[in-house]
């Protein structure tokens, strides 16, 4: 079976956006049986753990065979191997869904997690104020090009894949904005990804874990 490592310290505004949900989602869509194990703060920097990941960041997983894979992006290229809900089989079609997952890692998040970390963790509060303006007007530049390459498809590759989890879970990560709302197909893309029951029952576990203890 395989062990997905994930946390439980976050505050209520992470809930939800966690990376472990990737993971669990990926998980889920591939119908693949797993684990769960909590890793506390101060687990992340132990030995053991950062054997798993290098960086003591969640999520990881570990596969039957020993096999250790970590950050979320690997996780569900390496778990559409196993599936071709996530990753399919056609050349093309996979060079293009490899291309989406790298997108939502990169192009997408790095915009997203910078609004969020001048909202959520300010560093200096006046320079993060100048420079929030220029990192919204990035953020809105990028949501449109992802709106027209989408057009009126339900889906990035037509059909669901892996690019979705990552995409979907990034867009998310905008929920403390209003930034997503002026573009009603990222909002009707977003529902539709929503109402999956992999990424239901995904969602129920991973915010079913803030309310436990961690062992």
Known sequence: MITLYACNFHGAFAHGTVRDIRARW??????????????GREGLSTPEYRAIHPFGKIPAIVEEDGLAIFESAAIVLHLGERSEVLLPHDRGDRARTTAWICAAATTLEWAVSTLGRIDFFPIDRDADATIRPTVVRVVQTRLAALTEALGDRDYLEGRFTGADIMMRCVLDMLSHTDLVAPYPT??????????????????????????????
């Not at 990926?26 to 890793?39: C, D, I, K, P, Q």
Request: hydrophobic residues 50%; contains cysteine.
């Open 186 to 215: 990222l909002t009707a893309y977003m529902d539709r990804c929503a109402a999956r029951p992999a990424f239901q029952r995904a969602m129920r576990d991973h915010l079913a874990a803030y309310d436990k203890e961690l062992a």
């Open 26 to 39: 990926a998980l889920e869509e591939a119908g693949l049986a797993y684990e769960t194990r909590m890793v």
